[in-house]
Nanobody
Framework: QVQLVESGGGLVQAGGSLRLSCAAS????????MGWFRQAPGRVREFVAA????????TYADSVKGRFTISRDNVKNTVYLQMSSLKPEDTAVYYC???????????????WGQGTQVTVSS
């Protein structure tokens, strides 16, 4: 079992930056590929970014490529999402997840956090 707790969300103006963190506890964090997803009001949850267990491989949704960076620190049992050049359409609840592969499908993720709200004002 892995417990995940997100933090770092908040209100930011368009063009600004935020860094989300996801702290893991429980089973060995370093063996799990990790992902970030988001869900805006009235929309389905969508993939944002993923990272392999070692951190050597990352993948991003086209909508965030070049603006967001996923990283991890296996000593601190934490995965990060650095978000820059934020847009109002990035407003959503952001979730981190631990799974079996660094992919964009929710089906490969077994553990989920409760989410953190990110609001980008125009």
């Amino acid at each position: 079992q892995v417990q995940l707790v997100e933090s770092g969300g908040g209100l930011v103006q368009a063009g600004g930056s935020l860094r989300l963190s996801c702290a893991a506890s429980g089973r060995t964090f370093s063996i799990y590929p990790m992902g970030w997803f988001r869900q805006a009001p009235g929309r389905v949850r969508e993939f944002v970014a993923a990272i392999s267990w070692s951190g050597s491989d990352t993948t991003y949704a086209d909508s965030v490529k070049g603006r967001f960076t996923i990283s991890r620190d296996n000593v601190k049992n934490t995965v990060y999402l650095q978000m820059s050049s934020l847009k109002p359409e990035d407003t959503a609840v952001y979730y981190c997840a631990a799974g079996r592969a660094p992919m964009d499908s929710e089906s490969v993720y077994d553990y989920w956090g409760q989410g953190t709200q990110v609001t980008v004002s125009s």
